[in-house]
Protein backbone atom coordinates (compact mmCIF):
# COMPACT_ATOMS: atom_id res chain seq x y z
CA UNK A 1 0.00 0.00 0.00
CA UNK A 2 1.41 3.17 -1.04
CA UNK A 3 -0.19 5.21 1.67
CA UNK A 4 1.63 3.22 4.61
CA UNK A 5 5.15 4.08 3.01
CA UNK A 6 4.03 7.89 3.15
CA UNK A 7 3.23 8.03 6.90
CA UNK A 8 5.50 5.06 8.20
CA UNK A 9 7.54 7.31 9.73
CA UNK A 10 4.51 9.21 11.10
CA UNK A 11 3.32 5.84 12.20
CA UNK A 12 6.82 5.11 14.12
CA UNK A 13 6.90 8.46 15.76
CA UNK A 14 3.74 7.66 17.25
CA UNK A 15 4.45 4.50 18.37
CA UNK A 16 7.96 5.44 20.18
CA UNK A 17 6.78 8.52 21.99
CA UNK A 18 3.61 7.97 22.84
CA UNK A 19 4.31 4.46 23.25
CA UNK A 20 1.04 3.23 21.31
CA UNK A 21 0.91 0.31 19.00
CA UNK A 22 0.90 0.77 15.09
CA UNK A 23 -2.79 0.45 14.93
CA UNK A 24 -3.56 2.97 17.14
CA UNK A 25 -1.10 5.42 15.42
CA UNK A 26 -2.80 3.94 12.21
CA UNK A 27 -6.17 5.31 13.91
CA UNK A 28 -4.84 8.86 15.06
CA UNK A 29 -3.69 9.52 11.55
CA UNK A 30 -7.33 8.24 9.98
CA UNK A 31 -6.17 5.41 8.73
CA UNK A 32 -7.95 3.53 11.23
CA UNK A 33 -9.01 1.12 7.65
CA UNK A 34 -8.33 0.61 4.18
CA UNK A 35 -11.77 2.08 2.70
CA UNK A 36 -10.53 5.01 4.22
CA UNK A 37 -6.99 5.09 2.44
CA UNK A 38 -8.61 3.95 -1.16
CA UNK A 39 -11.50 6.70 -0.82
CA UNK A 40 -8.47 9.06 0.34
CA UNK A 41 -6.47 8.00 -2.79
CA UNK A 42 -9.15 8.37 -5.18
CA UNK A 43 -10.23 11.42 -4.00
CA UNK A 44 -6.25 12.78 -4.95
CA UNK A 45 -6.71 11.06 -8.13
CA UNK A 46 -9.98 12.78 -9.19
CA UNK A 47 -8.38 15.96 -7.91
CA UNK A 48 -5.24 15.82 -10.04
CA UNK A 49 -7.45 14.82 -12.88
CA UNK A 50 -9.42 17.53 -13.29
CA UNK A 51 -6.86 19.61 -12.79
CA UNK A 52 -5.27 18.21 -15.82
CA UNK A 53 -8.09 18.34 -17.95
CA UNK A 54 -8.44 22.18 -17.32
CA UNK A 55 -5.81 23.68 -20.43
Not at 12 to 28: K, N, P, T, V, Y
Not at 45 to 50: E, K, N, P, V
Request: overall charge negative; hydrophobic content about 35%; aromatic content about 2%.
Amino acid sequence: MVENNNFQMAIDLLCCHLGISEDEAREQLGMSSPSDVDRHIMETQSALMGLSEDK
